[in-house]
């Protein structure tokens, strides 16, 4: 019996060997296989051990972004004031749409060198304006919008392009302005900031879109950098990895990488309706989507959270938090204030591969003056002890004074 079954076994292996090397043609060989190595998903669900790297942690401009755009959304909102000063009960109730957790006006006190507070002309209302060093800042970052806006209109040019349709709604534009550097006001005045190229329309529901009318083809950043470096090899293009300090994969997560690095690179530009959503090439168009949505913005991060709203137009999967986590040599996952922070991992690690923003220097500055106000209110606060110390001081000096003539009369 088991003699009959191995020859049964040796014949059926000789007959489909002599079905595929006869009957079907050889184009429709080669077409079969390498469909069905791109279309696979292999990957090997486990978990990636998450590990702290020091070096992202401490880049300022990225985890002080949150407060920063709190801060200039209401450097904008009294500057819209033709006296450039506005009374604290203008903006005490507008918490919520400046994101200010706490009370506005504790929130500007906070930073004495960016909103300077003094008395009105009415009521003794606390009124703020801006510091000099704000004022001068704020020049700057309009004079390099001015300066830079093609460049910068085109990264939000990119990012309308890489959605289904080339269009997204209003809503989801206005939240991505932030992390394109552009300005806030942007949808109230698109003929002022855009060109052409641009126009609203209906997209059902009674909401409407931003679309680009754009025949040329894009190259993604990855494409170009391959392109200049020649390490293009036909539709082959390998992510640059930044392994962190410390961190090893698994042996089988390794030789899963190396296979998924010489898959076939699909642009975010590019159709990928006929990609399996489960294989490791639909995986590399994801990834190679994040990287090149996290290269067009300004610090190369973003709340992880705040890129969900994008799954739905730029076909992303339910779980796509999950591609962040299974690539920890490309992306780096902050946990600082309370959010998780998806970096990229390449501007900082080779400065000549991503165009460095235009209005990051500018951000910077801002920063900069966010940290000479806590200096202030350290200042203040020592001062203040001081100023108690001494009081304390004396008010005890009289107090043992009372008690020794106290003593005094009573020994008489």
């Known amino acids: 019996m088991v003699m009959a079954a191995m020859h049964a076994d040796s014949y059926l292996r000789c007959t489909c060997r002599f079905l595929k090397n006869n ?38 401009h990225i985890h002080h972004s949150i407060e920063l755009k709190r801060i200039i959304s209401l450097k904008n909102c009294i ?193 990928f309706s006929n990609l399996n959503p489960t294989s490791d090439i639909a995986e590399k168009r994801i990834v190679g989507l994040l990287h090149e949505l996290l290269s067009i913005f300004v610090d190369h991060s973003a709340e992880r959270k705040k890129l969900f709203c994008l799954k739905k137009y730029l076909g992303l999967p339910q779980k796509v938090h999950k591609a962040f986590e299974r690539h920890p040599h490309i992306f780096y996952l902050s946990f600082q204030n309370k959010t998780c922070t998806a970096i990229l991992k390449e501007p900082y690690n080779d400065k000549n591969t991503i165009v460095r923003h235009p209005l990051l220097r500018v951000r910077k500055k801002y920063i900069k003056l966010m940290e000479d106000s806590k200096i202030i209110l350290k200042n203040r606060r020592a001062n203040s002890s001081c100023t108690n110390i001494e009081n304390k001081l004396d008010l005890d000096l009289d107090y043992v004074e009372g008690d020794a003539d106290d003593i005094i009369k009573h020994a008489l």
């Open 79 to 271: 500057l819209k004031n033709p006296i450039g000063c506005i009374p604290i009960s203008d903006i005490s109730k507008r918490g919520r749409e400046f994101e200010v957790p706490i009370r506005v006006a504790t929130f500007l006190r906070q930073y004495p060198s960016i909103f300077e507070e003094f008395t009105g002309p009415k009521y003794s209302l606390p009124w703020f304006r801006l510091t000099q060093e704000a004022i001068e800042t704020d020049s700057e970052e309009k004079r390099v919008y001015e300066e830079s806006k093609p460049e910068i209109v085109e990264r939000l040019k990119k990012l309308v392009l890489m959605s289904k349709d080339n269009v997204l709604p209003l809503n989801i534009v206005q939240g991505m302005l932030w992390y394109l550097g552009l300005p806030e006001d942007l949808l109230q005045n698109l003929e002022r900031y855009l060109d052409g190229s641009f126009s609203i329309v209906e997209i059902g529901d009674g909401l409407k879109g931003l679309t680009v009318n754009c025949n040329e083809k894009l190259l993604s950043i990855m494409e170009k950098n391959a392109i200049q470096r020649g390490l293009c090899f036909g539709d082959v293009i390998a992510f640059p990895l930044f392994p962190s300090k410390g961190l090893r994969l698994r042996k089988k997560i390794s030789s899963w990488l190396n296979d998924f690095q010489r898959l076939p690179y699909v642009s975010p530009y590019e159709d």
């Open 23 to 60: 009957l079907f043609p050889f184009h429709f060989q080669a077409q079969k296989v390498p469909y069905h190595y791109t279309q696979r998903a292999s990957y090997v669900d486990v978990y990636m051990k998450w590990k702290r790297d020091s070096y992202y942690e401490k880049i300022d």
